[in-house]
């Protein structure tokens, strides 16, 4: 399991990359060029397995190792907690990133 802390406003979409070929600990040596393991799904939910609520995601994978997750909505001054569960081809491992998503106001420099 990896977690990540990000940030957005309620009206931004952004696309968030994560690479677990790139990642330090276990899944890097699922993944490395050498490997044998691709992702072969996701599953996004909150942090209990429950759908998402105020927040949209849209989520896709390059067939290896990078997964794209697009965020949008959101309410100010809320945190969510995303999981997104990758299931690995062809050994069907499962790992997951959860993401602690702030949604917030943007800075503003004075």
Do not use: C
């Not at 429950?50 to 190792?65: H, K, Y």
């Not at 990078?66 to 069907?92: C, D, F, H």
């Amino acid at each position: 399991m990896r977690q990540v802390f990000a940030e957005k406003t309620p009206g931004e979409d952004l696309p968030f990359y994560f690479d677990f070929a790139a990642d330090e600990g276990d899944a890097r040596d699922l993944f490395v060029p050498n490997g044998t393991e691709s992702i072969a799904s996701q599953t996004i939910t909150d942090w209990n397995g429950s759908a998402l609520t105020d927040i949209t995601v849209a989520d896709s994978n390059d067939g290896a190792a990078e997964m794209l997750l697009r965020i949008s909505g959101g309410v100010l001054n809320s945190t969510k907690y995303i999981r997104a569960r990758i299931t690995t081809s062809p050994a069907a491992y499962k790992l997951d990133l959860i993401i602690e998503l702030y949604i917030r106001h943007p800075k503003v420099e004075t």
